[in-house]
């Protein structure tokens, strides 16, 4: 580990140190990032810092039962505030809509294809969600998946599946799962596109806010960095998912709350659709706004306000309830 530079030392003389977690995915795209940045900066140094976060130990609990605050992004935020690191970079679905005092979202990637897919197992190559026989086992720890495939396709059943995408996909290879929902975006970065089976259509799976895309987080304020990471910024991307993660804020959900969205860019206008639904699939709160992107945040909030008048705000009490009980 290099030395901190002391603030008045310029960029061109450092060493940026990059925070990451350790799973295989993760690194991917910490690479990338390191990757693009020495591109645009061959001057500079870039260490990569790895860390385990309590979301990567604890993995015999159901996710929805630990808590979602930093479940997989405190140990990397604690390293940033304590001086340690200088930036973050994390799968943006991952990140909370609300940061600890002290840091902020420095920069959102070109998102990937934002939305789920469904891996099968060998035997079941010929079948889809919709003609997998009664009682297939659909594995998945997604709150929002599981409401919505519920809805969809009552005939399947759904289990529990944790692990980092490696271990996943070893599950359902050995006959433990008849499929598994994953997002998309992470085969495809894993290079294991060709595993998809099947592309869930909006229709049937609105994508979890930020999905597809790298949020980087940084200190507030620490113009060196926020000045690098412009080169990175994405701003289709942003406008979108600044729009999305406005909702999820405003609605107060974090990572592990059947809420979905799905948001497109029409000329200077942003369309947002969003989703909350009870566990059971049965009731489902769906609405959609449209309004200037440049107004984005507003729009997501908008929505949220939309929803809850819907009774949105209801299935999302039941659930932190019974999340406690
Ligand atoms: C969050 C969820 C999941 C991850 C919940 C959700 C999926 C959990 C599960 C917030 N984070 O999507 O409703 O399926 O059991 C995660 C993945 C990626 C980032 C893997 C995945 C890769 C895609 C991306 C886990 N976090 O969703 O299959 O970078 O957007």
């Given at each position: 580990m290099h030395s901190t530079a002391s603030?008045?030392?310029?960029?061109?003389?450092r060493t940026v140190r990059i925070v990451s977690r350790k799973s295989q995915l993760a690194l991917i795209q910490t690479h990338w990032v390191r990757d693009e940045l020495q591109r645009h900066f061959p001057e500079l140094g870039f260490d990569i810092v790895t860390m385990e976060t309590q979301g990567d130990k604890?993995?015999?609990?159901?996710l929805s039962k630990i808590?979602?605050?930093?479940?997989?992004t405190q140990e990397l935020e604690d390293t940033m505030l304590r001086g340690d690191s200088d930036f973050a970079v994390h799968s943006l679905k991952d990140l909370p809509t609300r940061l600890p005092?002290?840091?902020?979202?420095?920069c959102i990637t070109e998102r990937k294809d934002p939305a789920d897919a469904l891996v099968v197992h060998a035997?079941?190559?010929?079948?889809t969600l919709a003609t997998l026989p009664e009682g297939a086992v659909i594995g998945t720890s997604s709150l929002r998946r599981l409401a919505q495939l519920r809805h969809h396709y009552p005939h399947l059943s759904f289990k529990d599946i944790r692990g980092n995408l490696n271990t996943r996909l070893r599950k359902l290879d050995e006959g433990g799962y008849d499929g598994i929902i994953l997002a998309a975006a992470g085969l495809q970065r894993m290079a294991m596109g060709d595993r998809i089976h099947e592309i869930l259509p909006p229709e049937i799976s609105l994508h979890a806010v930020g999905q597809g895309a790298l949020g980087i987080e940084c200190r507030t304020g620490d113009a060196e960095i926020l000045q690098l990471l412009s080169v990175l910024s994405h701003g289709p991307t942003t406008a979108r998912c600044l729009a999305e993660r406005a909702f999820l804020r405003e609605l107060e959900?974090?990572?592990?709350?059947?809420i979905g969205v799905n948001t497109t860019l029409e000329g200077d206008d942003l369309i947002l659709t969003g989703l909350v639904a009870s566990l059971d699939g049965q009731r489902v709160i769906k609405n959609t706004v449209q309004g200037p992107t440049a107004e984005a945040e507003a729009l997501g909030v908008e929505l949220a306000q939309h929803l809850r008048g819907e009774g949105a705000q209801a299935i999302l009490d039941e659930i932190t309830a019974a999340s406690r009980s």
């Open positions: 603030p008045t030392v310029s960029t061109s003389q604890v993995l015999d609990v159901s808590g979602d605050k930093g479940l997989f005092e002290g840091l902020m979202l420095g035997k079941n190559k010929d079948k959900g974090g990572c592990q709350v059947p």
